[in-house]
């Protein structure tokens, strides 16, 4: 990433090699659009590409090409270079990961909650909220099973080391999930998981038309915990 002078707009450029300029633009569209979610979750903010240029820069075969794009919404940028760095970070993180691997599918679908989250962020806030929530709720049912063992653990030696199976799903609430994921993410927890949490129920009946009810401050709230379990489940993988 870098700063056109000339412009006074920030770029993003790739190199790929292709033999036409055609096959460079196709290449670097798709590189981009790699990029650009993972641009996303760390800013919060949705970037459409503008405009994309190629240049050559080697006339050997196969040609080399560099090519460029222009932000949409430059306005939101610029960002320190603490934050280019950790999004840089979470790129090389994701071209490791192998696409069979269950939690690379589980970060894949996440990503996408988190993309359309934005997208609706404008136009339909409960829907949008909603699909962040949904990115935090899809994690943490990857925690599922330690969450559990964890309960097992803390009931061994107390009266309630003989509730049945059935008693001991009460007490795997949602907000306890929740809770649990975020400590092996080490996200601190704070009042906002209660909130966000008591409002998923609203979202079961989706036969009825009526918008879910959600405030500026849970709509945030939701959303930045959901970019937060998303950037550090991705970070995660690096030692999983």
């Avoid at 820069?57 to 460029?68: A, N, V, W």
């Avoid at 993180?93 to 997208?119: V, W």
């Avoid at 001991?168 to 999930?177: A, G, H, I, S, V």
């Avoid at 996200?187 to 038309?209: C, M, N, W």
Wanted: include cysteine.
């Amino acid at each position: 990433m870098d700063f056109d002078q000339k412009r006074k707009k920030y770029f993003i450029s790739v190199i790929v090699s292709a033999e036409t300029q055609r096959e460079a633009e196709q290449k670097g569209f798709i590189r981009f659009n790699q990029v650009l979610p993972v641009f996303c979750i760390h800013t919060g903010v949705s970037h459409k590409i503008g405009t994309i240029t190629v240049s050559q820069i080697s006339g050997s075969k196969p040609h080399l090409h560099s090519s460029k794009i222009v932000l949409v919404r430059e306005t939101h940028l610029p960002l320190t270079n603490e934050k280019i760095g950790e999004i840089e970070n979470t790129l090389r993180i994701l071209d490791k990961l192998p696409n069979e691997k269950r939690t690379t599918k589980i970060i894949t679908r996440a990503i996408n909650y988190f993309l359309r989250g934005c997208y609706l962020e404008t136009q339909w806030r409960s829907e949008s909220f909603l699909n962040f929530y949904k990115v935090t709720e899809l994690i943490a049912q990857d925690f599922r099973k330690d969450f559990s063992e964890e309960l097992r653990n803390q009931l061994k030696g107390t009266l309630l080391e003989k509730l049945t199976e059935i008693e001991r799903e009460k007490l795997r609430t949602p907000k306890r999930l929740v809770q649990f994921m975020c400590l092996q993410l080490n996200i601190p927890i704070g009042d906002e998981i209660s909130r966000i949490v008591a409002l998923r129920p609203k979202f079961s009946a989706h036969a009825t038309l009526k918008e879910v009810d959600v405030s500026s401050e849970e709509f945030n709230e939701c959303k930045a915990i959901s970019g937060k379990v998303l950037i550090n489940y991705i970070h995660q993988q690096v030692h999983g």
